[in-house]
């Protein structure tokens, strides 16, 4: 079945580091790649998404790009701030054999320092 | 994008009793989805709910135990019946099309005492 892999957290970093968030997936078709976000008290929110290989969704100064060779789609940012600090869950959506077949990872919880 | 409302956003219970959450959309969608995120997890998938049919349910969870309604295009129930203490989550609507996003309610976080 489809699966979604995240680097395990908590990752802890200095204001404006760098940061890099690793997603693998397995899937048996053609999936859609997503990254959520959930702030602390809040649901998940869609950061960005990538519907074919090669795409690279942005937003907010993250970016990612749809690997399928590698099968993945690891989050980047180049300057964090404090109010980055939050889960972020990779997701993929995909055509199963009953309908949309929509698989979460296990989500990172980013902490970022000032 | 759509936006979604839930009630409560969040209640205290004892076991043994049931609680129905509400989820509201904004516009009419065809597909509605109900999950359930335990204390520093992932999100696990209840059930799908497609409006003039009965919910599909993910394995490990029952009808009996989480009865979902469906009445009209914008609107949903999701009921957690005889509860324990084990079902102290955030348990969150959302919406969404094949290939498309899906767009969450802000959640129910339920404790169960």
């Known amino acids: 079945g489809n699966s979604v892999t995240q680097m395990e957290g908590p990752v802890t970093l200095s204001e404006e580091a760098f940061l890099t968030i690793n997603c693998t997936y397995t899937?048996?078709?053609?999936?859609?790649l997503f990254w959520y976000v959930q702030y602390p008290g809040e649901g998940l929110q869609l950061l960005l998404k990538?519907?074919?290989?090669?795409d690279k969704g942005s937003n907010k100064g993250f970016e990612a790009t749809y690997r399928k060779e590698t099968t993945s789609f690891h989050l980047e940012k180049g300057s964090v701030q404090v109010s980055d600090s939050a889960v972020y869950f990779c997701?993929?959506?995909?055509?199963?054999?009953?309908?949309?077949?929509?698989?979460f990872g296990p989500g990172t919880r980013l902490s970022v320092l000032p | 994008s759509a936006v979604i409302s839930q009630k409560p956003s969040r209640d205290i219970c004892q076991r043994g009793t049931s609680l129905t959450i509400q989820c509201q959309v904004d516009?009419?969608?065809?597909?509605m989805f109900w999950y359930r995120q335990q204390p520093g997890q992932s999100l696990t998938l209840i059930a799908t709910?497609?409006?003039?049919?009965?919910?599909?349910?993910e394995s490990g969870f029952v009808i009996d135990k989480f009865p979902i309604s469906r009445p009209n295009l914008t609107f949903s129930t999701l009921t957690v019946s005889n509860m324990s203490p084990e079902d102290s989550s955030i348990y969150l609507c959302?919406?969404?099309?094949?290939?498309?996003?899906?767009?969450f309610g802000p959640g129910t976080r339920l404790t169960v005492l």
């Open positions: 959302s919406v969404g099309d094949l290939y498309n996003e899906q767009f």
């Open positions: 899937a048996t078709g053609y999936p859609s």
């Open positions: 990538a519907t074919k290989a090669d």
């Open positions: 997701a993929l959506s995909d055509l199963g054999n009953y309908g949309q077949n929509f698989v």
């Open positions: 516009s009419q969608v065809t597909m």
């Open positions: 709910a497609n409006q003039g049919s009965e919910a599909t349910y």
